[in-house]
Each structure stands twice: as C-alpha cells, then as structure tokens.
C-alpha cells in the first residue's frame, strides 16, 4: 500500500505565498518523478511542475518565475512553493509520484487526495 498525503493549501491573498508538501509513505523501493498537478472548477486537471530524479524541473508556463518544485528523497517528499499567487491559481492540487516499490519491479503512478489552494482578496 502506498499513499500520498498533500497539506499546507488554504486561503491566501493575492500576492501572497503559500507552501505545499506531499509526502508518500508505505512500501516504497524508490521514487522517480514527482510532480504538483491543479484542478480549477469546470476545467481540466493540468500539470503545474514536475521534477524528476535528477532533481530537473519542468514548470508550466503560467507558473514560471513564481513557483518552485523541490523535492527530500530521504523523507520521501515533494514540495511546491508559491509565491506572488493571483486568483486564477484556484484550484485544488494534486500531487503524483512514479513509484517503484519492489527492487526489479516496474513504477506506478500515485495520486493525492488533492488539497486546495483559494487565492481571493
């Protein structure tokens, strides 16, 4: 069993920061990716940044400059900081894990609950 428990969403105003962690636990081998996804109400879930093993980053453009994916493989976590959020940044997020949980096994992808982040004044 593995599970992938998101916190530190809320409300913020605009301009204002917020941090999310997303730490997996249960029977894990090793990590790949990582990565923080958004759902705004009546659209499409769509990525917000990966990182990969590596620690490269990939980050969609409109967050570019203003959120930062990081990520402690000792505690199994990733994190996403976000700065000078706006109100369309609403939204729930998600974060998802490549995990592979035996040696010589292949990875699976693992979902969060979700946590959501309102940005209103």
């Given amino acids: 069993q593995v599970q992938l428990v998101e916190s530190g969403g809320g409300l ?3 301009g204002g920061s917020l941090r999310l962690s997303c730490a997996a636990s249960g029977s894990i081998f090793s990590i790949n990716r990582m990565g923080w996804y958004r759902q705004a109400p009546g659209k499409e879930r ?3 940044a990966l990182i990969f093993a590596g620690s490269s980053t990939k980050y969609a453009d409109s967050v570019k400059g ?3 994916i990081s990520r402690d493989n000792a505690k199994k976590s990733v994190y996403l900081q976000m700065n000078n959020l706006q109100p369309e940044d609403t939204a729930v997020y998600y974060c998802k894990a490549s995990i592979i949980r035996f040696y010589n096994s292949r990875s699976n992808d693992y ?3 979700g946590i959501q982040v309102t940005v209103s004044s």
């Fill in 66 to 68: 203003r959120f930062t």
């Fill in 111 to 113: 979902w969060g609950q």
């Fill in 46 to 48: 769509e990525l917000v």
């Fill in 12 to 14: 913020v105003q605009p």
